[in-house]
């Protein structure tokens, strides 16, 4: 079992930044790849970036790609967003997701995941 919390949301005027945290415990954490995916009211919960267990590799979403970045601290745990220049349309429920190793599956697919926390709302201002 791993458990996920996320922090770091919060209301922002639009071009502005925030970073986004989200802390896991439970299991080995570099024994999983982790993802952001966010859901607005009404809408899916759709892909926003990743990044594979060793930080080697990260993915991200064509709407977030050169404002957004993601990081990982497998020695705390802890895997990071960095949104810059947020728009309005960035405005959701962010949700952290864990990935375990080896599973089957597209890295930007949400039904792949196996663990999810409970959220942080970003609330963009135009």
């Known amino acids: 079992q791993v458990q996920l919390v996320e922090s770091g949301g919060g209301l922002v005027q639009a071009g502005d930044s925030l970073r986004l945290s989200c802390a896991a415990s439970g299991r080995t954490f570099s024994a999983y790849h982790m993802g952001w995916f966010r859901q607005a009211p009404g809408k899916e919960r759709d892909f926003v970036a990743a990044?594979?267990?060793?930080?080697?590799?990260?993915y991200f979403a064509d709407s977030v790609k050169g404002r957004f970045t993601i990081s990982r601290d497998n020695a705390k745990n802890t895997v990071y967003l960095q949104m810059n220049s947020l728009k309005a349309e960035d405005a959701a429920v962010y949700y952290c997701g864990a990935l375990r190793v080896g599973s089957p599956g597209r890295i930007d697919r949400k039904e792949v995941y196996s663990y999810w926390g409970q959220g942080t709302q970003v609330t963009v201002s135009s």
């Open positions: 990044i594979t267990w060793s930080g080697g590799n990260t």
